[in-house]
């Protein structure tokens, strides 16, 4: 099994910042890829970005392109998500998710394993 746990998500104004984190235990971190989803009340989970096993190749939802960055740390085995120029629209529930191959997804059957999210809430 693979525990994932994410963290620092909050209440930020638009236009700020936040940076969300996700610690990774229980198997090999850097033999995953890894992505964010989050799911908006009364909508259904959708893909925000993904990172292949090295961090070498990322891929990112078009209403997230230039705002977010995904990067890891497989010596910490972290995962993190840089958000900026947030808007009302990011407010969601984040979750990270780890994908049982080395190469991104983008759909939500593609991943294994799942933490419990993460709240973000923008405020206008």
């Known amino acids: 099994q693979m525990q994932l746990a994410e963290s620092g998500g909050g209440l930020v104004q638009a236009g700020g910042s936040l940076r969300l984190s996700c610690a990774v235990s229980g198997r090999t971190f850097s033999s995953y890829a890894m992505g964010w989803f989050r799911q908006a009340p009364g909508k259904e989970r959708e893909f925000v970005a993904a990172i292949s096993w090295s961090g070498g190749s990322t891929y990112y939802a078009d209403s997230v392109q230039g705002r977010f960055t995904c990067s890891r740390d497989n010596a910490k085995n972290t995962l993190s998500l840089q958000m900026n120029s947030l808007n009302p629209g990011d407010t969601a529930v984040y979750y990270c998710?780890?994908?049982?191959?080395?190469?991104?997804?983008?759909?939500?059957?593609?991943?294994?394993?799942w933490g419990q999210g993460t709240q973000v809430t923008v405020s206008s």
């Open positions: 998710a780890a994908r049982r191959t080395r190469y991104i997804g983008r759909n939500l059957n593609e991943y294994d394993y």
